[in-house]
Nanobody, 124 residues
Framework: QVHLVESGGGAVQPGGSLTLSCAFS????????MGWFRQAPGKEREGVAT???????RHADSVEGRFTISKADAEKTLYLQMDDLNPDDTAMYYC??????????????????WGQGTQVTVSS
């Protein structure tokens, strides 16, 4: 069974940094797209960043230049480095994945595996 477990969330001041981790296991092969999504109270879940099996990444316009997705296959861990955080980044962050060499468009319904989420709160 595929398991995704997020960690690293917490409270941070505007302009601060935070690194999220997602430990993954159970995939049959390396042909997997992985990504990060987030959901703020009262809003729909939105894609943050994805990385395909070849290491090609894509980041949402709202986080481009501030967030960086990466993956360490040997350690079976997905990361999201978040810098220059602002209050609009406050949300529950989820690790997600779907099988395939390439990522589907950044929409949550394409991702069939999900972690439980980790809360990120940015405030003064």
């Amino acid at each position: 069974q595929v398991h995704l477990v997020e960690s690293g969330g917490g409270a941070v001041q505007p302009g601060g940094s935070l690194t999220l981790s997602c430990a993954f296991s159970g995939f049959a092969n390396t042909n997997v797209c992985m990504g990060w999504f987030r959901q703020a109270p009262g809003k729909e879940r939105e894609g943050v960043a994805t990385i395909n099996s070849f290491g090609v990444t894509r980041h949402a316009d709202s986080v481009e230049g501030r967030f960086t997705i990466s993956k360490a296959d040997a350690e079976k861990t997905l990361y999201l480095q978040m810098d220059d955080l602002n209050p609009d980044d406050t949300a529950m962050y989820y690790c997600a994945a779907h099988e395939g060499r390439y990522c589907s468009r950044m929409a949550d319904h394409f991702f069939v595996y999900w972690g439980q989420g980790t809360q990120v709160t940015v405030s003064s």
